[in-house]
């Protein structure tokens, strides 16, 4: 429950307005056609989301859900973060109610277009999905934190690689899939110790 100041010809008083306490839970992907996210082209996923209510009396409304690329395992702790992706929710039940005091319910065959912008792409490590309901820009209350769930890239769920362009000297342009930059090094130097 949160407090608004309301006042009428200069008479202020405090009135109770509900607050929706929903949070999200797991997610999984279920459909991709690529096996990577690249800057070339989008890929189109469908995934499911597990949202609960903490609120024992009152049900709360899931309006939406975006998809961001992110640095982080926590969408409110990342520095790097992609443009909103509004995910289409599953049409016959949007807006989806979720009961009271529901621990986890699933939302399914929700899609989403993924695109990758060049400006960033290099430091995606995790893609985050979090809800949108009534409170999402204003709510301030304790646990507000809880409306996103992340899978890492290169995870087992994701199982999805962020390919990125990279620049060789100037002159030519490939691309080279983030993890691969990490091994490509490891095998440099490896040759450099052994090649005298």
């Known amino acids: 429950m949160k407090y608004v100041t309301v006042c009428f010809i200069f008479v202020c008083s405090l009135v109770a307005v509900r607050s929706q306490d929903l949070f999200a839970g797991s997610v999984i992907i279920t459909s991709r056609p690529f096996d990577n996210f690249t800057v070339d082209d989008p890929t189109d996923i469908l995934f499911n989301i597990d ?23 926590e969408y409110e702790k990342a ?21 009271a005091n529901t ?8 899609r989403a277009t993924v695109w990758v912008d060049d400006d960033q792409c290099s ?35 994701a199982s999805q690689i962020v390919s990125c362009p990279v620049v060789d000297d100037g002159k030519d342009s490939a691309t080279v899939t983030t993890p691969s930059l990490l091994l490509l090094s490891s095998v440099f130097l490896l040759v450099g110790r052994f090649s005298y």
């Open 123 to 157: 430091a995606y490590t995790h893609i985050c999905f979090v809800i949108q309901h009534a409170d999402t820009d204003t709510q301030t209350e304790e646990g507000s934190d809880d409306d996103d769930s992340c899978l890492p890239l290169d995870g087992v769920q």
């Open 103 to 110: 621990d986890a319910q699933k939302i399914t065959a929700n």
């Open 51 to 73: 949202v609960g209510n903490r609120d024992r009396e009152n049900s709360g409304t899931i309006t939406g859900i975006k998809v961001y690329l992110t640095n982080r395992d």
């Open 79 to 99: 520095t790097k973060v992609s443009d909103a992706i509004d995910a289409i929710v599953d049409a016959a039940r949007a807006p989806v109610e979720v009961p």
